[in-house]
């Protein structure tokens, strides 16, 4: 099966401190992937780097066999963990300026996400709530036909309704085509949607593997690993 | 690039339009009150100081407000969707640069005008636009040196929006820190020292000059027009005491090469050394 995303010995250092020290990934088409681990264990830090938002000390990624540039940046629908459109936006706009910069926006999928998520064309950004404005922009991220989705940690500070509906639109409208990176500390909430887990420790990966197989072969949930992972 | 254009104009048009209306206002009552009262109250000498001072502050914040919409990228959120655009970094910044520029020739042009038609409303004398343009036509008005200032302030201002830029990209390289992002000016004026000074010893070992109102071009000495040398920022345009202009044509293209250089230097930057 192809590669959607080559991450080889990947090292990324801030001065003194390894965020990232020698990751070695290759993800494949079609599969969901979550990138498991606490805060400051080098998820955002590997997503940003695949995202072409920072650059690695080390190492090569690759992206549908491209190193990660403008066309990279054409194929990847990224949803960081953070309040990202410009704040003099209305939702109108916004799902204008997706149309204008990205030839795989879907316009029909965005509004029927749209009504989903209960949101107005005419509402304003800066007048959004937390929850709001992770579902408006989970509706631009999923709206478009991209061959990589990367969602750094969609369901973080929404309330339980909010992040139900959020879980629904993931999985409603996934592309099996593409490949999907997840990166949470949610595990339990998340977890029956990942095809293959990745447990960051310390800008390490300490395991990774089939979710279903690691079920198997440790006879729990994959929350359940992640505890006995990262509790000492 | 046009598109990132589009949305940048969208996003400033109220702030622009809101600071085009204040200063006209001010302009307006300013001129009504030097024009229509004789002496003048201390009231009135204070309501045009004020204005002059508030119009003066409302264009350096204006200046300012522009400027910051790079940097804002360089430190806020809204950079995660301006760098994650299948943009390169010279269209980015191409963008920013232009809207600057559109900006800051509204202004201009709007400012300029709004004070032709004030002085031609209140004029004391009774006097039509055609006379106005006789006179100024008999006069003889150096439209051909004028035109080359226009092209070369702009040219000079385009430069130094390039330098800013650049500035603030090297500084959000250099130090992740956002309170010490600031620094960005200092080096902003230890980099225009530099340029500047390059710059003057570009001309001095290459003094050609070109006289715009001639198109003559020569060393200084051979121009007998009795210079005060008016050096500019740049070091390369020269007043002569006809009123005549002589640009130092190589420091001029060096100039020119300079914006360019850190125009690519600038999109470098932003495309493979600013990490977010």
Redesign the interface.
Same mark, same amino acid.
Do not use: A, I
């Given at each position: 099966m192809k590669h959607m995303v080559e991450i080889r010995n990947l090292t990324k250092t801030?001065f003194t401190k390894r965020a990232l020290n020698n990751i070695n990934l290759n993800i494949e088409e079609g599969k969901v992937v979550g990138i498991l681990g606490p805060n400051g264990s080098g998820k955002t830090t590997l997503i940003?780097i695949l %995202? +072409?938002?920072?650059?690695q000390s080390k190492g090569e990624v690759l992206i549908d066999g491209h190193k990660v +540039? %403008?066309?990279t940046?054409?194929i990847?629908s990224?949803l960081?963990d953070?309040?990202?459109?410009? %704040?003099?936006?209305t939702v109108k706009?916004a799902f204008m300026?997706y149309k204008?910069?990205?030839r795989d926006f879907d316009e029909g999928k965005f509004k029927e996400l749209l009504d989903f998520m209960q949101l107005e064309m005419d509402m304003k950004i800066r007048t959004l709530s937390k929850g709001m404005h992770e579902k408006l922009n989970l509706a631009l991220v999923l709206s478009r036909n991209a061959k990589l989705y990367v969602l750094d940690e969609p369901i973080a500070g929404v309330d339980p309704v909010a992040r139900d509906q959020i879980l629904d639109a993931i999985i409603n409208n996934y592309n099996e085509k593409s490949s999907m990176l997840i990166t949470t500390h949610l595990v339990r909430d998340m977890e029956n949607i990942f095809d293959d887990v990745v447990f960051l420790k310390n800008g390490e990966i300490v395991l990774e593997g089939n979710a279903e197989v690691l079920r198997e072969e440790k006879g729990k949930r994959i929350d359940e690993i992640y505890k006995e992972i990262f509790v000492v | 690039m046009g *598109?990132l254009i *589009?949305?940048e104009i969208?996003?400033n048009y *109220?702030f622009i339009a809101g600071v085009l209306a204040l200063v006209l206002i001010l302009t307006t009552g300013m001129y009504a009150y030097m024009t229509n009262t004789k002496g003048g109250s201390p009231f009135e000498a204070m309501f045009v100081f004020l204005s002059f001072l508030v119009i003066f502050g409302t264009l350096l914040a204006t200046f300012l407000y522009i400027v910051n919409s790079f940097r804002k990228e360089l430190y806020e959120?809204?950079?995660? /969707?301006t760098?994650? /655009?299948? /943009?390169?970094g010279n269209q980015i910044l191409g963008a920013k640069l232009i809207v600057a520029l559109i900006w800051f020739t509204t202004l201009g042009i709007v400012i300029a005008l709004y004070h032709l038609i004030m002085l031609y409303i209140f004029t004391p004398y009774d006097i039509s636009l055609s006379q106005i343009f006789e006179t100024l036509m008999d006069i003889g008005l150096p439209f051909r040196d004028i035109i080359a200032s226009i092209i070369f302030t702009f040219v000079n201002g385009t430069i130094t929006l390039i330098l800013i830029y650049f500035s603030m990209a090297i500084s959000r390289v250099t130090f992740?820190n956002k309170k010490i992002g600031g620094l960005w000016f200092l080096i902003f004026l230890v980099l225009n020292a530099l340029i500047a000074f390059s710059q003057v010893k570009v001309a001095q070992l290459l003094p050609y000059y070109l006289d715009i109102s001639s198109f003559r071009i020569g060393r200084i000495d051979m121009f007998s027009y009795g210079f005060h040398i008016d050096v500019d920022s740049y070091g390369v345009m020269m007043t002569g005491n006809f009123g005549n202009i002589l640009f130092n044509i190589a420091s001029f293209i060096y100039s020119i090469g300079i914006g360019v250089l850190t125009f690519l230097g600038t999109g470098y930057l932003i495309?493979?050394?600013i990490? /977010?």
């Open positions: 801030y940003k %995202t +072409g938002l920072l650059r +540039g %403008t066309y940046k054409s990847v990224y960081p953070r309040n990202f459109l410009y %704040t003099w936006m706009d300026f204008d910069f990205y | *598109k *589009k949305y969208r996003g *109220k959120d809204r950079g995660y /969707l760098f994650t /655009l299948p /943009l390169t992740r495309e493979h050394k990490d /977010l």
